[in-house]
């Protein structure tokens, strides 16, 4: 049978469900293209999301980092207030090389330019009929801890009871070498004794000591709450000098005058 041979309507309706057929399988096609890429660009979307970015600041990792311990700026101990020991300040002990001796025999010994202005000061006391001795100067930590547990040993004296009369190693004045203990060669009895204040020795100090850059290290009252010690001088006329011991106060919190 021809074509001819179908009736025109049937021809007709033949021929128009192969169009629709036709169209029905562009649709469907089409349908999946379109799910396909959108699934397809959903993924890519949500990697996108999900995915660590590398130009992105800051990554998980850098805030780990920064926010490690080791990041933490170290605070250095120096800068920290320090402590006293019963009212004395902690002292370096001088470089032997900048001691100069003010006794014939050398044991004695100062900072140079303290041992130099202690003899002017003697000689210009002598010129007056006082004749200023010392009796002790610089002195190392080791003497300093002689000094201090074997005589507390001896006198059976608790760490506080003896530091009232002597610093504790390390918390020595005579440490740095500007410190000095005077007496009144006159009167040798009063030599580290309270009595040394009655003396013409510690009269003219008052009066004259200051000119050569000496001043009494603990007087009546003073902020440390050591004992009174009329026989003990410290010499602060130089940068050095007077940064040891005023830096030492401000550094341990010691209340001014």
């Keep these: 049978m021809t074509c001819h041979d179908i009736p025109e309507a049937l021809r007709e309706t033949s021929t128009s469900k192969v169009k629709i057929r036709s169209k029905q399988k562009l649709l469907t096609q089409g349908i999946l293209g379109t799910g396909i890429a959108l699934i397809l660009g959903g993924v890519f979307f949500m990697r996108l999301i999900l995915s660590p970015s590398t130009t992105s600041s800051p990554s998980l990792t850098s805030v780990k980092i920064s926010s490690s311990p080791t990041s933490i700026p170290v605070v250095n101990s120096s800068s920290e207030p320090l402590e006293n020991v019963f009212g004395h300040l902690e002292y370096k002990q001088a470089p032997i090389s900048t001691l100069k001796a003010v006794t014939s025999d050398g044991r004695i010994r100062l900072r140079r330019n303290a041992a130099e202005r202690f003899m002017e000061m ?10 200023l001795i010392p009796i002790s100067g610089f ?12 005589i ?12 009232e009369v002597s610093a504790p190693p390390n918390y020595s004045e005579h440490h740095t070498g500007y410190a000095v203990d005077i007496g009144d060669a006159k009167t040798p009895a009063t030599h580290l004794s309270l009595n040394f204040e009655e003396t013409t020795a510690f009269s003219w100090l008052k009066n004259n000591a200051a000119k050569y850059s000496f001043e009494l290290s603990f007087p009546p009252n003073n902020p440390q709450g050591i004992s009174y010690e009329p026989w003990h001088w410290r010499y602060v006329g130089d940068q050095e000098s007077l940064e040891t011991f005023y830096k030492a106060r401000k550094l341990q919190k010691i209340p001014s005058n």
């Design 122 to 131: 003697q000689k210009a006391a002598q010129y007056q009929g006082v004749i």
């Design 139 to 150: 002195r190392t930590i080791s003497e300093q801890n002689h000094l201090f547990f074997e």
């Design 152 to 163: 507390q040993r001896q006198r059976n004296q608790n760490p506080s009871k003896r530091a």
